[in-house]
C-alpha cells in the first residue's frame, strides 16, 4: 500500500511516502523552492516522493493529511465568535483542506485516481511522527509548539502500532508563541528564528526569571501543565495576523504592549545586541526549560516508563533536550530529525498506516537520508555547464574514483584550516545537515568560527558551530553518551576537551552535537575517522551548506553557493574542485 502524508498551508511544507509502513522519501518544499520554511502546497516535494518510490499518481492508495477540522470545534467556535476577523481567514485555509483531493490531483495531473484521505489532528501527527518510527515498543510522549488545531501540545503514552493521547493544551496558550513572541521581541522577526535566541541565551544570565515566571504559568503554579498570561501576548486577539497561503510564513506581532512596559523597548532588527537582551533571551529560555522539564517529569511519574519520544517545533530547543536526562527519570529519548511540523508528513502517514493497531511496526528512521540524490553523470552535467565560470575564477576540477584518495584529501584539506563543502548522497530531512549537505571545517581552530561567518556563513556572529563526532567516542568529550544524530541534542563539552574542539564549542561550554555512526552513513563517518587518524581529533566542525538560504539539494546549487562564497574546496559526488592558492 502506497500512503502519501502532507503537510501543507502552513510553515514547512512537506511530503512523505510510505510503502507498506516503511518510509520511502521524504521532503520539504523549501529545498525545490528555494524560499524558507515555504508554506502553500508542497507540490514539488509530492512529485519528488512520489518519483522516489517509482510510482505513478494513479498507484496512490491514501492521502494522509496533518489536519482535523473537527477537533476541538466547539472551542474554535466560541474563538470564532469573539474574533471573527481571524475566523475569516482560517476559513479561507480550510476551504483548501476541504478540496485537498482536487489539489492533488491537479498537481500530479490527469493520473491521480479517487484515493482515500485520511485526516490526522495535527498533534497526533507530531507524536506518531516520533513514535511509530522510533526503537521503542512503549514510550511516554510529549508534543509541543505553536499552534496546530486549536492546540498547542499534546502528551500520552505509545505502545506497539497504538496511540493513546492522555491530554493536550489548547488555544491560546502555547510555549511556542511564547518564544516566538519574545523572539519577535528580540529583534529577529522572520519564521523560524527562535534558534537563534537559543544560542544568544547562552551569553547572559536569567536575571529576570521572575518576570518570566508571570508571563508563563507552569505546574508549580497549579496551572496543570502550562498556561500563559494572555496580557502578554496578541494572538487571541484579531490583530496577530498570519499568512500561510504560500511563499515564505509571516506572522504579525505576537508580543503586547504589556510585555514592553514590563521588560522595556524591543529592540530593532538594526539595533546592536546589548547585554539586556543577552539576559532577557536567559530569562525566556530558562523559563522554557522549567516548564518543558517539570511537565515531562510529571509525564514520567505518571507513565511509569523510562524511554521517550517528543515532537513539535519546542523539540528543537536543543538546549532543553540535552538536560532531560539529569532533570528527568527518561533514559533514552527519540526525537526525529524533522521534529517541526515538516515531520507532520511522516506522522499523518504513519498514522494512517497503524489506525487501530492494524498492522505491526517494522520500520525504525535510524537516519534522516530521504531526500533527493544524484550521480556523477548528472554531476559532471553541471560541471560542464559551469566550465567557463569555474576557470574564470580560477579552480581545478578533478575526479577521484578511489574511496580512500578522496577522504585522504579532504581530510588533509581540513585539517590543513581550509573550508570544504561536502555535497554526497541523499539529502537530509529536516533543517539540520547532517553529514550529506554540510560544510566542513576543522574544530581545533579557535578562529573557524570567524572565518565562516565572514567568508561565508554571513549570520550573526553569537551562533554556535555544531560538532559531528563519532558515536563511540561520544562520552570522550561530552558529559552525556546518549546519541544524537539529528543534532537536537546539548551537551556540556567536558573541560579537558574544550581546548581540543574550541570552534564548536560554545560560550556555555556546550556543543549542538551530531553523533556519526558508521551504519547511518558510512561515508561520513569513514570521513571523520580518516580526520581522526590524521589529526587524533574524531570531531568535524559541521554546518549547513547555504548561505542564507534553504539547505542545497541539486548538485547546481551547491556550485553556485560554492563560486558565490569563499570556499576553498567543493566535495561533490566523486568531482574535487579546489581554488587555485
Given amino acids: 500500500m502506497l500512503i502519501v502524508g502532507i503537510n501543507a498551508y502552513h510553515g514547512d511544507a512537506s511530503a512523505a511516502a510510505i510503502v507498506d509502513g516503511r518510509l520511502i522519501a521524504a521532503a520539504e518544499e ?5 524560499v524558507k520554511h515555504a508554506a502553500g502546497f508542497p507540490v514539488h516535494a509530492l512529485r519528488y516522493v512520489l518519483d522516489a518510490v ?3 499518481p494513479s498507484e496512490i492508495d491514501v492521502v494522509a493529511v496533518a489536519r482535523d477540522p473537527w477537533a476541538r470545534l466547539m472551542r474554535k ?41 485520511v485526516r490526522v489532528e495535527h498533534h497526533l501527527a507530531h507524536l506518531a511522527s516520533s513514535f511509530l518510527v522510533s526503537p521503542f515498543e512503549e514510550a511516554a510522549l510529549f508534543s509541543i509548539d505553536g499552534l496546530g488545531d486549536f492546540a498547542s501540545a499534546m502528551w500520552g ?16 496558550h502555547s510555549l511556542g508563541i511564547y518564544y516566538t513572541a519574545l523572539t519577535q521581541y528580540l529583534g529577529f522577526p522572520r519564521y523560524g528564528d527562535e534558534y537563534k535566541v537559543m544560542g544568544l541565551a547562552s551569553y547572559g544570565e536569567p536575571e529576570m526569571l521572575d518576570e518570566f515566571r508571570r508571563i508563563v504559568l507552569g505546574p508549580e503554579a497549579g496551572r496543570g501543565s502550562f498556561a500563559l498570561d494572555t496580557d502578554y ?53 530558562r523559563r522554557l526549560e522549567e516548564v518543558v522539564l517539570e ?67 517494522d520500520f525504525v528512521m535510524e537516519h534522516a537520508y530521504w531526500g533527493a540524490e544524484y550521480s556523477d553523470a548528472e554531476i559532471a552535467v553541471v560541471l560542464a555547464a559551469a566550465a567557463g565560470e569555474i576557470e574564470r575564477q580560477g579552480c581545478i576540477i578533478r575526479k577521484i574514483d578511489a574511496r580512500p584518495e578522496l577522504l585522504n584529501l579532504v581530510a588533509r584539506t581540513i585539517a590543513s584550516g581550509h573550508v570544504v563543502g561536502w555535497f554526497q548522497g541523499r539529502m537530509e530531512w529536516g533543517p539540520r545537515a547532517l553529514g550529506n549537505r554540510s560544510i566542513l571545517a576543522d574544530p581545533r581552530r ?24 563519532l558515536e563511540d567516542r561520544t562520552s570522550e568529550y561530552f558529559t552525556q553518551p546518549h546519541p544524537s544524530p539529528f543534532m537536537l541534542m ?77 570556499m576553498d574546496m567543493l566535495a561533490i559526488g566523486s568531482y574535487i574542485i579546489t581554488r587555485a592558492v
Fill in 30 to 34: 523549501e529545498r525545490f523552492t528555494r
Fill in 54 to 56: 517509482g510510482a505513478s
Fill in 77 to 117: 467556535a466560541w474563538y470564532a465568535l469573539r474574533m471573527p476577523a481571524r475566523a475569516a481567514g482560517r476559513i479561507g485555509v480550510q476551504g483548501h483542506f476541504a478540496a485537498i483531493g482536487a489539489e492533488i490531483a491537479r498537481a500530479l495531473g490527469a493520473g491521480a485516481k479517487n484515493f482515500e484521505v
Fill in 157 to 172: 503514552v505509545g505502545r506497539g502500532s497504538r496511540i493513546e493521547p492522555w491530554g493536550a493544551v489548547a488555544f491560546p
Fill in 233 to 285: 501576548f496578541l494572538h487571541h486577539r484579531s490583530t496577530a495576523a498570519m499568512t500561510w497561503d504560500g511563499g515564505e510564513p509571516v506572522i504579525g506581532r505576537l508580543y503586547s504592549n504589556r510585555l514592553v512596559e514590563r521588560l522595556g523597548a524591543p529592540r530593532d532588527a538594526s539595533e546592536q545586541i546589548e547585554k539586556r537582551h543577552h539576559a532577557i533571551a536567559a530569562s525566556m529560555q
Fill in 295 to 361: 511537565n515531562l517529569r510529571r509525564l514520567q511519574r505518571t507513565s511509569g516508563m523510562r524511554t521517550l519520544c517528543l515532537a513539535g517545533g519546542v523539540a528543537f530547543n536543543c538546549v532543553t533536550n540535552g538536560k532531560i536526562f539529569e532533570a528527568t527519570g527518561f533514559e533514552r529519548v527519540y526525537i526525529q530529525s524533522a521534529a517541526g511540523d515538516a515531520g507532520l508528513a511522516i506522522g499523518a502517514a504513519m498514522e494512517a498506516w497503524h489506525r487501530n493497531g492494524s498492522h505491526r511496526r
Fill in 446 to 469: 579557535p578562529e573557524m568560527r570567524e572565518i565562516l561567518n565572514s567568508k561565508i556563513k554571513r549570520r550573526e556572529a553569537f551562533r554556535p558551530f555544531a560538532p559531528s563526532i
Fill in 490 to 566: 546539548a551537551y556540556s563539552v567536558r573541560p579537558e576537551k574544550r581546548a581540543l574542539i574550541p570552534a564548536t564549542t560554545h560560550v556555555d561550554g556546550s556543543g549542538r552535537l551530531q553523533t556519526v555512526s558508521e551504519r547511518q552513513n558510512p561515508l561520513y563517518y569513514q570521513l571523520i575517522c580518516e580526520f581522526e587518524r590524521q589529526t587524533g581529533v574524531p570531531v568535524l566542525l559541521n554546518t549547513s551548506f547555504n548561505e542564507n538560504e534553504p539547505v542545497v539539494q541539486m548538485p547546481g546549487e551547491a556550485l553556485d553557493c560554492f563560486l558565490r562564497t569563499r
